[in-house]
């Protein structure tokens, strides 16, 4: 889920920066928007559910891996900034970057305490 | 009288001793700060040469480590015994961890405003394909990079860092890297296609 979360932000990226520097369509592009963040709640509750779950590792990975997707949206941010994007479009491409950089962390982090030993019963 | 059943040895790979598995090698971290800084004050000065410096430099080791390490290491390391993997890929495997995304960072933000510097952004269809085309490659190559292959790079590191670790779900995780190895090169051989053909129009 969070895989196709970040494939739907990709594309709805790609849909925005092929239109430009005309005004883009916004509409597709926030359709896939709200897709990818349908999915990214979906595999954040998904994941709450979790019983037994390496969460320390989750929490050590993901946080790290969150420090270092936030420059990287932030830089692709500035660019866009920088670039004169305004309202609606700023808005969209603003949302899109958030979704991406909460989607990264979260599929390393995952991707890593699933394979870890769980936590003792007594600190579930 | 002599025990008639012989210990189980335990596979080669699991009992030498392996190198100490760093996630990330910290010497390198100063390094992605000074590119990435020096990333920054390119974009906010906005200097053609500074931008081309960037996205040539960052593009062309992204695209040569790529098919390099698909074309040329990948194969190599899949002849390599178990044990001469696991060594080379807890060394390989950080370095790539950092390297990687940081190629990724400095040729798609300067890449962008090089694009926007040079007007090729302003170019009207059919021809705005050829930009389109590179965006959809790159998108590709970003889904793959970072929902495939990096983490099954972690989890690699981190399983390789157990007193015992499962060879059975390492294999299984490098497998990531062959069967997508194939997508990522022809991505990479598009871009250089692509590049070339918007550098000449």
């Given at each position: ?124 | ?132 085309a590179s965006f959809i490659v790159?998108g590709v190559m970003a889904v ?58």
């Amino acid at each position: 889920m969070l895989v196709a979360s970040m494939a739907l932000v990709v594309a709805g990226g790609i849909y925005v920066s092929a239109q430009l520097p005309k005004p883009p369509e916004l509409v597709p592009a926030a359709v896939l928007l709200a897709g990818a963040v349908l999915l990214l709640a979906a595999a954040v509750a998904g994941l709450a559910r979790q019983a037994v779950f390496a969460w320390e590792r989750f929490r050590q990975v993901g946080g790290w891996a969150l420090c270092a997707y936030v420059v990287v949206a932030g830089m692709l941010e500035y660019v866009f900034v920088a670039d004169g994007a305004r309202g609606p479009l700023l808005t969209v491409i603003s949302l899109m970057l958030l979704v991406f950089a909460v989607d990264v962390p979260c599929l390393l982090g995952f991707s890593v305490a699933r394979y870890q030993e769980q936590p003792p019963a007594a600190d579930r | 009288m002599a025990d008639a059943t012989l210990p189980i040895a335990a596979p080669e790979a699991l009992t030498r001793p392996r190198p100490a598995v760093r996630i990330v090698p910290i010497r390198g971290l100063p390094i992605v700060a000074a590119v990435i800084g020096g990333l920054a004050v390119a974009l906010a000065g906005n200097w053609l040469w500074a931008l081309d410096f960037y996205h040539v430099v960052g593009g062309g080791l992204w695209t040569g480590v790529d098919l390099f390490v698909g074309l040329v290491v990948g194969p190599i390391l899949g002849r390599l015994s178990v044990p001469a993997r696991v060594e080379f890929s807890t060394r390989f495997m950080p370095k790539m961890l950092l390297i990687m995304p940081t190629l990724v960072t400095m040729t798609l933000a300067s890449g962008w405003q090089l694009a926007r510097h040079l007007g090729d952004l302003g170019v009207a269809y059919p021809g705005h394909w050829w930009l389109t085309a590179s965006f959809i490659v790159v998108g590709v190559m970003a889904v793959i990079a970072l929902g495939i292959l990096e983490p099954a790079n972690l989890a690699v590191l981190f399983e390789l860092r157990k007193p015992n670790p499962d060879g059975q779900l390492v294999g299984r995780l490098m497998h990531r890297f062959v069967y997508t190895a194939g997508v990522t090169g022809v991505m990479q051989i598009a871009t250089l296609v692509i590049m070339t053909r918007i550098a000449t129009w």
